[in-house]
């Protein structure tokens, strides 16, 4: 089992903002690597595969970078509609970790 | 768009059995292998089970193993997941996602159902 660890798990911004998200895995998944959007009451939405491609139709401030362990998702000028939980999910091998989810809250 | 619609979630007793199903659209369903994750009240999501395009393989989260089976019906573009002996610790949204890669089931997910809610309790 690969585990992930997602930091930090509440993280306060204003709008206008650049804000990072961190996952760290527990062994190297070269850049098998996803972050998905969950806002409340809602399903998640795919924002990056294979660390840093943006699915189509997500907006070009979402970014993804890493490879290996240790990856992170930036935000660039946070807009109000950004605010919600994000996980990162490994698809290197079963079972498909997810971390722990970062809450981004507005300040 | 993809739609992807769950049914079957409701209220169980513990070592009852549910059986939710996906229904699905939008793509040649038998391209791609499809996914089960569950999100426990106010908790973080959870991987549970895949079945390849085919159905020739399944894996499963070691928390549900041996009570929970994927199975998929490509003529009718349906996924199930039949659940026996529910525990209360399965109460959750349940939803079905589609592999983003063709005919790779270790892939990202590029589109999730909606989610039905299964709750466990006497």
């Known amino acids: 089992v690969i585990w992930v660890t997602q930091s930090p798990s509440l993280l306060s911004a204003s709008t206008g903002d650049r804000v990072t998200i961190s996952c760290r895995m527990s062994?190297?998944?070269?850049?098998?690597l996803a972050w998905y959007q969950q806002k409340p009451g809602k399903a998640p939405e795919l924002l990056i595969y294979a660390a840093s491609t943006l699915q189509s139709g997500v907006p070009s401030r979402f970014s993804g970078s890493g490879s290996g362990t240790d990856f992170t998702l930036t935000i660039s000028f946070l807009q109000s509609e950004d605010f919600a939980t994000y996980y990162c999910q490994h698809y290197y091998n079963f079972p498909h970790t997810f971390g722990q989810g970062t809450q981004l809250e507005i300040k | 768009q993809v739609p992807l619609v769950e049914s079957g979630g409701g209220v169980v007793q513990p070592g009852r059995s549910l059986r939710l199903s996906c229904a699905a659209s939008?793509?040649?369903?038998?391209?791609?292998?499809m996914q089960w994750v569950r999100q426990a009240p106010g908790k973080g999501l959870e991987w549970v089970a895949v079945?390849?395009?085919?159905?020739?393989?399944?894996y499963y989260a070691d928390s549900v193993k041996g009570r929970f089976t994927v199975s998929r019906d490509n003529s009718r573009n349906t996924v199930f997941l039949e659940m026996n002996s529910l525990r209360a610790e399965d109460t959750a949204v349940y939803y079905c996602v589609k592999e983003g890669n063709r005919g790779d089931y270790n892939s990202y997910f590029d589109y999730w159902g909606q989610g039905t809610l299964v709750t466990v309790s006497s």
């Open positions: 079945i390849s395009n085919d159905g020739s393989t399944k």
């Open positions: 062994q190297d998944i070269n850049n098998y």
């Open positions: 939008g793509f040649i369903f038998s391209h791609y292998g």
